[in-house]
């Protein structure tokens, strides 16, 4: 099977992939229907992150317009085990507006894309861990920035949270393994959590293995040696 995985281009470096890379956007769901079309594609999977609703949904009109099907792989999403204190709110703009009051530290979890948004609450420090260094400097006027690429451990992310005088963990649901430490970490020394929802999506096939994945383009490439 002849495969391209296609980044967004947000992260400077990302790790080498076995497999032929493009980066950048396609234009739009009909961009991406072109290109779809244009290189013959058979088969769309949508592995983007749970919060790239835009893609996500252009995958899907895409996916429809060109009549090519499509599988998404997206990580199972967290949810509250005993111990934990979690507040959910709907959006960026319902967590920027649950931190008025008297100032807190607070681990801004949610990359660098939505930082500008937590301007609105100064009162703040804000700890921010990055993948890449910021091109310009965040606009909170009280932040230290962290550069470092994950996973990380629970271990690990408790020392940061201690480090640092953290009393509130803000993040997305972004769901899976690579970034669950610092839940782990905020249980274990009973820091509450401001957990952002997911977005809603269109409609569409789901699953959470990879292997799941290969199996469904397995069923597609070779039908006869898999007794479909």
């Not at 497999?19 to 779809?36: D, M, Q, S």
């Not at 792989?73 to 934990?84: F, I, K, N, Q």
């Not at 393994?177 to 789901?206: S, W, Y």
Request: aromatic share 6%; charged share 20%.
């Amino acid at each position: 099977m002849r495969a391209t995985l296609s980044y967004a281009g947000r992260t400077e470096k990302p790790r080498a992939q076995p497999i032929p890379v493009r980066v950048g956007g396609f234009g739009g769901a009909e961009g991406l229907a072109r290109y779809l079309r244009d290189e013959g594609v058979t088969h769309l999977v949508d592995a983007t992150h749970p919060f790239a609703a835009t893609m996500s949904t252009n995958a899907v009109a895409a996916a429809k317009a060109a009549n090519v099907p499509l599988l998404a792989l997206t990580r199972p999403a967290w949810a509250p085990v005993e111990g934990d204190r979690w507040r959910h709110v709907p959006d960026i703009a319902g967590a920027v507006a649950a931190l008025h009051g008297a100032a807190r530290r607070i681990l801004l979890a949610l990359g660098r894309m939505h930082v500008e948004a937590f301007a609105a609450a100064p009162q703040h420090h804000y700890v921010l861990r990055f993948v890449d260094a910021a091109p310009v400097p965040p606009a909170l006027p009280d932040h230290r920035l962290i550069v470092d690429r994950g996973p990380f451990t629970p271990d690990g992310d408790r020392v940061l949270l201690q480090t640092h005088g953290i009393d509130l963990v803000v993040c997305k649901n972004a769901g899976g393994t690579g970034a669950e430490a610092k839940l782990i970490a905020a249980r274990a020394i009973g820091i509450p959590v401001l957990m952002i929802d997911r977005p809603a999506l269109p409609p569409r096939a789901e699953v959470t293995d990879p292997k799941a994945v290969l199996d469904w383009l397995g069923h597609a490439v070779f039908p006869a040696k898999r007794g479909v």
